[in-house]
């Protein structure tokens, strides 16, 4: 099948090196106004100004679909999220507003543990249902593909069931599910101050059955004071890659622990978080395949620092930008958000953001050869916004819709059926 996208107002192809974008490289994307885009097979074909794609002889047979004037990109690549869960966290977002810390309402039971309670409680049905729900608000937000944790089982079984909720997911919704394993993501509850027997578990019981079963492509640690150190992490990457798991890693969010450092060490595809890291570590990113992921959307709903995001730019890293999505830390599955968040307080350009949320979102997934661009031979994944300018993307912010809205009685919007 053929598809030929005109009229696009502005075209965001992302086109370029066949490498993580660095420093300079983040705002080297050239918009093109009135493109086109041809599609073979679920594959772009060509994608540029339209006068260039029309002399394709394949356009010529093509279904046409008229983008009306609007802004087409790559569709965004969510390189960082937690997604399967039951319940949202709605106490411990009272007991933060009240003054708790995040560290502290974790000790005490809520946090982390409190979704482990739901999700172990759950059935892998139940908790498929739920992700495929929830990637319609994704799709709803432009964003194509998305890279989904396990990490609220903490047990052999429940983490099992969470990743293969996600492959269940991933069968019911167009959405690209990534999975990636993080048994390491707290202590449960029963093997309170007994780290390293749980450390054996994830790695010798949990990490061979994630393997055999082919349910992850990734496997990640929370490194962090009160969780995970260094060592643990490195324990764990090691037991991966001999299962044949890529590295990522929660670095440098609550505490100053060197997992950074280590995550550049193994060569981990992606430093996640980083808010903490030191004026002499932005430096170390440049040059290197580990894509520094930022989440800025955690910082702003704790109300915690921002990362370091233009000094990692200017000293040459490839940054990433994803939502983090999760109950506890950043409950947003909206891009736009982040978009918006990343240019105002971070002070990343618009174009810088674009480029860390589409193909600096596919490398940090291993998947830069074949996502996050729209250049011949790369997956046809597209978003279209109602916007002439690249630019409106970050500058409006909280822009979701409502599911209806009515005055003097009538309804005056609504976004599908009213039913439910
Ligand atoms: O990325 N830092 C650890 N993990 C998540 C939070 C998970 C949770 O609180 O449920 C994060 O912020
Ligand atoms: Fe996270």
């Given at each position: 099948?053929?598809?030929l996208?005109?009229?696009?107002?502005?075209?965001?192809?992302?086109a370029?090196?066949a490498?993580p974008r660095?420093?300079?490289?983040?705002?080297a994307a050239?918009?093109?106004?009135?493109?086109?885009?041809?599609?073979e097979?679920?594959?772009v074909?060509?994608?540029?100004?339209?006068e260039?794609?029309?002399?394709?002889?394949?356009?010529?047979?093509?279904?046409?679909?008229?983008?009306?004037g609007r802004?087409?990109?790559?569709?965004f690549?969510d390189?960082?999220?937690?997604?399967?869960?039951?319940?949202?966290r709605?106490?411990?977002?009272?007991?933060?507003?009240?003054?708790q810390g995040?560290?502290?309402?974790a000790?005490?039971?809520?946090?982390?543990?409190?979704?482990v309670r739901?999700?172990?409680?759950a059935?892998?049905d139940?908790?498929?249902e739920?992700l495929?729900?929830?990637?319609?608000l994704?799709l709803?937000?432009?964003?194509?593909t998305?890279?989904?944790?396990?990490?609220?089982g903490?047990?052999?079984?429940?983490e099992l069931k969470?990743?293969?909720?996600?492959?269940?997911a991933?069968?019911?919704t167009?959405?690209?599910l990534?999975?990636?394993?993080?048994?390491?993501?707290?202590?449960?509850?029963?093997?309170?101050g007994?780290?390293?027997?749980?450390?054996?578990?994830?790695?010798?019981?949990?990490l061979?059955?994630?393997?055999?079963e082919?349910?992850?492509r990734?496997?990640?640690?929370f490194?962090?004071?009160?969780?995970?150190?260094?060592?643990?992490?490195?324990g764990?990457?090691?037991?991966?890659?001999?299962?044949?798991?890529?590295?990522?890693?929660?670095?440098?969010?609550?505490?100053r622990s060197?997992?950074a450092?280590?995550?550049?060490?193994c060569?981990?595809?992606?430093?996640?978080?980083?808010?903490?890291?030191?004026g002499?570590?932005?430096?170390?990113?440049?040059g290197?395949t580990?894509?520094?992921?930022?989440?800025?959307?955690?910082?702003?709903?704790?109300?915690?620092?921002y990362?370091?995001?233009?000094?990692?730019?200017?000293?040459?890293?490839?940054?990433?930008?994803?939502?983090?999505?999760?109950?506890?830390?950043?409950?947003?599955?909206?891009?736009?958000?982040?978009l918006s968040?990343?240019c105002?307080?971070?002070?990343?350009?618009?174009?810088?953001?674009?480029?860390?949320?589409?193909?600096n979102?596919?490398?940090?997934?291993g998947?830069?050869?074949?996502?996050?661009?729209?250049?011949p031979g790369?997956?046809?994944?597209?978003?279209c916004f109602?916007a002439?300018?690249y630019r409106e993307l970050?500058y409006?912010?909280?822009?979701?819709p409502?599911?209806?809205?009515m005055?003097?009685g009538?309804?005056v919007?609504?976004?599908?059926?009213?039913?439910g």
């Open positions: 099948m053929r598809r996208v005109v009229n696009c107002g502005q075209l965001l192809t992302m370029g090196p490498k660095a420093g300079a490289q983040l705002r050239q918009p093109v106004p009135d493109g086109a885009v041809l599609i097979d679920g594959l074909a060509a994608a540029g100004p339209r260039t794609v029309l002399r394709d002889p394949r356009a010529a047979q093509a279904l046409v679909l008229d983008a009306g802004l087409v990109l790559p569709g690549v390189s960082h999220s937690h997604p399967v869960f039951a319940a949202p709605l106490e411990d977002f009272e007991r933060r507003i009240k003054g995040y560290e502290q309402i000790a005490s039971g809520g946090g982390i543990l409190s979704t739901g999700v172990r409680a059935g892998q139940q908790l498929a739920g495929r729900l929830r990637a319609a994704f709803s937000c432009g964003t194509t998305l890279e989904a944790k396990s990490g609220y903490l047990e052999r079984d429940s969470m990743l293969r909720a996600i492959r269940q991933a069968a019911a167009p959405l690209e990534v999975a990636t394993f993080l048994g390491a993501h707290a202590l449960p509850e029963e093997l309170r007994r780290k390293q027997e749980y450390l054996r578990r994830v790695c010798e019981e949990m061979p059955a994630v393997a055999a082919e349910l992850a990734f496997v990640d640690v490194c962090d004071e009160g969780f995970f150190g260094v060592e643990d992490a490195r764990v990457f090691l037991a991966a890659s001999r299962a044949g798991l890529a590295a990522k890693i929660h670095a440098e969010q609550l505490s060197g997992a450092a280590l995550a550049l060490d060569a981990a595809a992606s430093a996640d978080h980083l808010d903490l890291l030191s002499e570590e932005l430096g170390s990113f440049a290197s580990t894509v520094a992921c930022l989440v800025p959307g955690s910082n702003y709903f704790l109300g915690k620092p990362p370091p995001a233009r000094g990692l730019i200017d000293a040459g890293a490839a940054v990433a930008l994803a939502t983090d999505f999760n109950p506890g830390t950043c409950p947003c599955w909206d891009m736009r958000m982040i968040i990343a105002t307080q971070l002070r990343l350009t618009p174009l810088e953001a674009l480029t860390a949320a589409t193909i979102g596919a490398w940090a997934l998947l830069g050869k074949t996502h996050g661009s729209l250049e790369k997956q046809a994944d597209l978003a109602d002439e300018d970050p409006y912010f909280g822009s979701r409502a599911a209806w809205t005055k003097k009538e309804i919007h609504a976004l599908g059926s009213l039913a």
